[in-house]
């Protein structure tokens, strides 16, 4: 109840303030706020950013209740915008995909490339971008890099992200392929590590519009990742990198090795990668999106 009562403060607050608009990024707001502001004579806008993994019976059930009070949804690709339409039951016409925007690469700068293993010259380097939590299935890449191995005696695989890596180095261990698998924990620089990649990883069973892919792109680096959320709506098979299905480890090992067979291809798919994502999600049209939609709903009546 104290809880309770401070949001209501808060909104009362707010409009004695004059707000007359209030964008909600984060889940445990979205299921709190939407009526207490609306009673206050604020419109509401929420934000989905991936496929709703954290849905429940209970959170749905408050969402859909909820939904009567949000004027907009703002969905990061259009496989969220369906995936919050079918579940929470938002009307699709309140739901506007703008997808993530991200600062060209070159107006960045970014140091010289991560050197990686500075004792074998011609190692060839599969990395991953993802924090270690079992709906990134990094247990698939390292099944699918035991093949690789194979294959590419001299592949090593680089995992980048913050989490305990104890369970999927003992399936590495059990497989024998420990001693060529680096995981790094988090890094703030993961532009800098990226470049230093020969093939880019997103094997998740759930993502939004992933920061990673996106990412990968912009530097150059040809992708292999799982057809799930937003991902083939960055990658274009066979153009500007590889889809295969959750949890098809086999398909994964098959299209990486491709990849590091072909560095023709390779090279012609990072660099269309690059270019079809500097347009998908510039950063200005993503402000001008959203400053688009606050004035539209600020100026209705409704």
């Avoid at 700068?109 to 010259?121: F, L, S």
């Avoid at 993503?286 to 539209?296: A, F, L, T």
Wanted: charged share 25%; glycine share 6%; hydrophobic share 45%.
């Amino acid at each position: 109840m104290r809880s309770l009562l401070a949001v209501i403060r808060y909104g009362l607050r707010l409009r004695k303030e004059g707000f007359r608009l209030a964008h909600i990024y984060f889940v445990d707001a979205s299921i709190l706020m939407p009526v207490i502001l609306r009673s206050c004579g604020i419109k509401v806008i929420i934000s989905r950013r991936d496929m709703g993994y954290w849905y429940n019976a209970l959170n749905t059930a408050i969402l859909r209740f909820n939904s009567l009070f949000v004027n907009a949804v703002i969905a990061n690709c259009n496989a969220v915008k369906e995936r919050t339409h079918s579940v929470e039951w938002i009307p699709r016409n309140k739901i506007h995909v703008i997808y993530n925007g991200m600062r060209n690469v070159d107006e960045v700068i970014v140091p010289a490339p991560y050197t990686y293993d500075k004792d074998r010259v011609n190692v060839i380097v599969i990395g991953m971008v993802a924090n270690i939590r079992k709906v990134k299935r990094i247990d698939d890449l390292i099944r699918a890099f035991s093949i690789i191995c194979k294959r590419h005696p001299d592949a090593s695989l680089l995992i980048v992200g913050s989490g305990d890596a104890s369970d999927l180095m003992i399936l590495a261990e059990k497989l024998g392929i420990s001693q060529r698998i680096t995981f790094t924990g988090a890094m703030q620089d993961t532009s800098r590590i990226i470049r230093a990649f020969d093939v880019a990883v997103s094997c998740s069973e759930s993502e939004g519009l992933s920061n990673s892919i996106i990412e990968y792109m912009q530097n150059e680096i040809p992708v292999v990742c799982t057809r799930t959320g937003g991902n083939t709506e960055l990658i274009e098979n066979g153009e500007t990198g590889f889809i295969v299905e959750v949890g098809d480890y086999a398909n994964l090992a098959e299209k990486i090795s491709l990849l590091l067979s072909d560095r023709v291809m390779a090279r012609r798919m990072g660099s269309n990668a690059a270019k079809a994502v500097k347009e998908l999600c510039d950063m200005k049209k993503m402000v001008s999106r959203h400053s688009d939609i606050y004035k539209s709903l600020i100026n209705s009546s409704s």
